[in-house]
């Protein structure tokens, strides 16, 4: 089966155009992945003045939906959990770290964590998903 090369996957997450609306990057890794980043602004916040958790969900669902791709698997969303641990501040990057857990032929299971410069857990995903189609054939 053929593998989908990192510029790939990154092309494809950009044709997600909420992405470039909030300004998330999508980000090459060392080990031939991919992560998304953020700069946490104003435009990102809820009432409350921190990071509106929507943000936080999208970002995660995007990142485990990359780490699909890296698996040659087009997916959507079957349900996805988010444990929001501590409040993101203005002016903080945030990182996601995405795995999958379990690969079946048309369902996945992943994990995400988005993180800061230093590690610090802001919240963790669980989500579930189903293969549609291929990124390549």
Same mark, same amino acid.
Request: proline share 4%; with cysteine.
């Given at each position: 089966?053929?593998?989908?090369?990192?510029?790939?996957?990154?092309?494809?997450?950009?044709?997600?155009?909420?992405?470039?609306?909030?300004?998330?990057?999508?980000?090459?890794?060392?080990?031939?992945?991919?992560?998304?980043?953020?700069?946490?602004?104003?435009?990102?916040?809820?009432?409350?003045? +921190? @990071?509106?958790? $929507?943000?936080?969900?999208?970002?995660?669902?995007? &990142? #485990?939906?990359? /780490?699909?791709?890296?698996?040659?698997?087009?997916?959507?969303?079957?349900?996805?959990?988010?444990?929001?641990?501590?409040?993101?501040?203005?002016?903080?990057?945030?990182?996601?770290?995405?795995? +999958? @857990?379990?690969? $079946?032929?048309?369902?996945?299971?992943?994990?995400? &964590? #988005?993180?800061? /410069?230093?590690?610090?857990?802001?919240?963790?995903?669980?989500?579930?998903?189903?293969?549609?189609?291929?990124?390549?054939?």
């Amino acid at each position: 089966m053929p593998t989908p090369t990192q510029e790939q996957v990154i092309e494809f997450c950009h044709e997600n155009k909420i992405l470039d609306f909030l300004g998330v990057e999508v980000v090459p890794t060392a080990d031939g992945c991919a992560r998304l980043e953020l700069e946490v602004k104003e435009c990102h916040s809820n009432p409350y003045g +921190i @990071l509106h958790g $929507g943000v936080l969900t999208t970002m995660a669902d995007t &990142a #485990m939906g990359a /780490a699909c791709l890296m698996r040659n698997k087009k997916v959507v969303t079957v349900s996805i959990t988010l444990e929001f641990m501590h409040p993101v501040p203005m002016s903080t990057r945030i990182i996601t770290d995405a795995k +999958i @857990l379990n690969e $079946g032929r048309h369902i996945f299971t992943c994990e995400c &964590a #988005m993180v800061d /410069a230093n590690q610090k857990v802001f919240a963790k995903a669980h989500a579930v998903f189903f293969a549609i189609s291929k990124l390549i054939d």
